[in-house]
């Protein structure tokens, strides 16, 4: 199975910063990544596929980049609604494996 | 738009087998391309792909799982259902059924079905 490896797992920030998180594969997977946001109690939400393309109606200031085996997905100016936990996972072979997570808390 | 909601029993003893099933609305599963699949969600192990299938029947089982699990689809009532045998409480979960095409991301998610594996 492919590894998926977040840093960091927590990260305290306030409205208006800048945040990258890091997600590493344990082998190449080209650009098959994506990213997650996750309320509490609710289900997964698509942010971001294949590295960098923003899923359809997400504001712009979630973006992602990387290949091979180092991807960051960027919040440009954090809002509110953002803080949350987000998840990569790898979408290049199956068993599809996710990154442990990294929550994002409010400081 | 698609929609995805499971369905079964939220309490399930020790040995037995655990069903679930995931119903879509606003969209065929025979739809082309794509794969329906399982994922869980426990504290002890995060996300986990359990499963998929394709309308037609072919099947990926994630290794771990693969001796327990078994995932089925009834085109005719737009379901896909998953089986899994034997459980233990390490079965414990949130069960997510999504839709999945190869090389891109799960990009609907069912709301979810907590299963409690106790006896």
């Known amino acids: 199975d492919i590894q998926m490896t977040q840093s960091p797992s927590s990260l305290s920030a306030s409205v208006g910063d800048r945040v990258t998180i890091t997600c590493r594969a344990s082998q190449s997977i080209i650009t098959y990544l994506n990213w997650y946001q996750q309320k509490p109690e609710k289900a997964p939400e698509l942010l971001i596929y294949?590295?960098?393309s923003l899923q359809s109606g997400l504001p712009s200031r979630f973006s992602g980049s990387g290949s091979g085996t180092e991807f960051t997905l960027t919040i440009s100016s954090l809002q509110p609604e953002d803080f949350a936990t987000y998840y990569c996972?790898?979408?290049?072979?199956?068993?599809?494996?996710f990154g442990q997570g990294t929550k994002l808390e409010i400081k | 738009q698609l929609q995805l909601q499971e369905s079964g029993p939220g309490l399930v003893k020790p040995s037995e087998t655990l069903s679930l099933t995931c119903t879509a609305s606003g969209d065929s599963i025979s739809t082309s391309s794509f794969y329906w699949g399982w994922v869980r969600q426990s504290p002890g192990k995060g996300l986990e792909y359990i499963a998929s299938?394709?309308?037609?029947?072919?099947?990926y089982y994630s290794p771990s799982l693969k001796s327990r699990v078994t995932i089925s689809v009834d085109t005719s009532k737009n379901q896909f259902s998953l089986k899994l045998s034997s459980v233990t409480a390490a079965d414990t979960a949130v069960y997510y059924c999504v839709r999945v095409k190869t090389y891109y991301p799960m990009d609907v998610w069912g709301q979810g079905t907590t299963v409690i594996v106790s006896s």
């Open positions: 299938i394709y309308y037609s029947g072919s099947t």
């Open positions: 996972q790898q979408s290049f072979n199956i068993p599809y494996t």
């Open positions: 294949t590295a960098s």
